[in-house]
């Protein structure tokens, strides 16, 4: 049993110590001391069922015994020494993870952290087509670095500061919200307006999600990315496809978020889920586009210590051997239905979207004019919590349920989540 601090100690002590911008989700904080596939514990060792993942970290499940085993061995038998010498671990975790890589994709970098692997991507980009320009999209979210920082598309997320310079933001292709509803060429025309308007005509690239995640859940509008991709090389620039939430099956249908669109991009980049829990991230490209950097040395002290590339390793073996993609799919597919169920019921559900296991429900006060409901969203996720679920919370206005469960959960889970949210919002 757990023998550390309070919960309360541990409040204060965060307070005093750590950052003050950090956010906690509810607003009788719960303390997590334990995790074990979809559940996590509290300090009195009550269970909960986790549809957050960490934040769409978890990817095959807390503590998963395969990949605890692979960094437990890895750990004893060497944790670092940098690529200055040769080690097996990162090598063939490089190669693995090539070959799950569609088209000439087969360059990985690997960094500590999506931030840092949309860094690298972004300027990839640049010294490969000499230009400077990156389109990113409103409402996105690539990362809290100087130079991510630019791409986020949400005011929350931006001091007011220069965030980088050279980012210029498109219309969101948002089917539930933006102007065009689900027709994603025409938010494609605003990428040709945008480049011809703030760019010189040409441009480095563009980065966007497939599903907006910190967002709100926001898959792109149909069409949109195919539109854009075409646009953005005819300006000489790159297409790069940000995975860090939506990739590893998580979508069920297919392995990576981008192939949701049919577009294959120039530069791939993960973190989160890649690592279930482990500091670990990636950059992949192709071999012409990596050269762009070669003309100077590059060097990441952790990315791919041999203890990550173990994990990691892991991850990606237990994905396949456990079918984890099909099942996302399976139960992704009957989550959206319950979820659906609900928004008959209950008229504070303006929009239930997503894939897989990456799925929104956004809470409106009126259906016609989708006035955005925080502080309704806020109240069903504390009962919901109370209730034994932990969910996610997300966009700008926070009026919308973010459920990215670890990928071992179950249809019974669906089940009950769907449950336990049928009475939270009935007690609204
Ligand atoms: N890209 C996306 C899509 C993300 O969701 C995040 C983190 N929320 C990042 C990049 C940044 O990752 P990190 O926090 O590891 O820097």
Known sequence: PYDGPSAEEVLAMRKQHLSPSLFLHFKKPVMIVEGKMQYLYDERGRRYLDAFAGIVTVSVGHC??????????????????????????????????????????????????????????????RLHTRNWDI???RNAYHGMSLGTMGTCGQHTWKQPMPQGFGYHHALNPDPYRGAFGDDGRRYAADVADLIGAATPGRVAGFIAESIQGVGGTVPLASGYLPEVYKLIRQAGGLCIADEVQTGFGRTGRHYWGFQRQGVLPDIVTMAKGIGNGLPLAAVVTTPEIAAAMSG????????????????????LRVVDSAGLQAHCGRVGARLLGRLRGLAEK????????????????????????????????????????????????GGLAGNVFRIKPPMCFTEGDADFLAEVMDEALSRL
């Open 135 to 137: 389109i990113c999209l």
């Open 296 to 315: 100077r040395l590059h060097f990441n002290t952790y990315g791919g210590n041999p203890v990550c590339s173990a994990g990691g390793r892991a991850v």
């Open 346 to 393: 209950h008229d504070v559900i303006g929009d239930v979207r997503g894939e897989g296991l990456m799925l929104g429900v956004e809470l409106v006060r009126d259906r016609r004019t989708k006035e955005p409901a925080p502080s309704e969203t806020a109240a069903v996720m504390e009962s919901m919590k109370d209730l034994g679920v932990l969910m996610g919370k």
């Open 64 to 125: 998963h015994p395969e990949v605890v085993e692979a960094i437990n061995h890895q750990n004893q038998l060497l944790q670092h020494t940098t690529t200055i010498y040769l080690n097996n671990q990162v090598a063939e975790y490089a190669k693995e993870l090539a070959d799950r890589m569609p088209g000439n994709l087969k360059v990985v970098y690997f960094v500590n952290s999506g931030s840092e692997a949309n860094d690298l991507a972004i300027m990839l980009a």
